[in-house]
């Protein structure tokens, strides 16, 4: 499958990560997993504190996996310097 196409001249991207995601039984074990335990803790504690440790937990997970892609951009960057002896802007 060339996705390369679809980053730049659709809107269907979100539908084919969608698809992509729920074809890796990992991924549907560890999202259903998720929501089975983030339904037991909301109802053992007020709604609004859960939404607000849920709205912190997701803004770290996001950070974190930004800083992880910027980190291998980076070091894509120093391989392809070292292999062609040229920089490369990312």
């Not at 269907?12 to 803790?41: L, M, N, R, V």
């Not at 937990?57 to 950070?63: E, K, P, S």
């Not at 960057?77 to 002896?85: F, H, K, N």
Request: charged letters at 25%; hydrophobic letters at 35%; proline letters at 4%.
């Amino acid at each position: 499958m060339n996705t390369l196409p679809s980053l730049f001249l659709n809107d269907t991207i979100d539908d084919e990560i969608e698809a992509f995601c729920a074809s890796d039984p990992e991924y549907h074990k560890a999202k259903q997993g998720f929501y089975e335990i983030a339904d037991q803790i909301e109802k053992l504690t007020d709604p609004s504190l859960y939404d607000a440790f849920e709205k912190s937990l997701w803004d770290y997970l996001y950070r974190t996996a930004d800083l992880y892609y910027l980190y291998g951009l980076g070091l894509r960057q120093e391989v392809l310097q070292a292999i062609g002896g040229q920089s490369l802007p990312l």
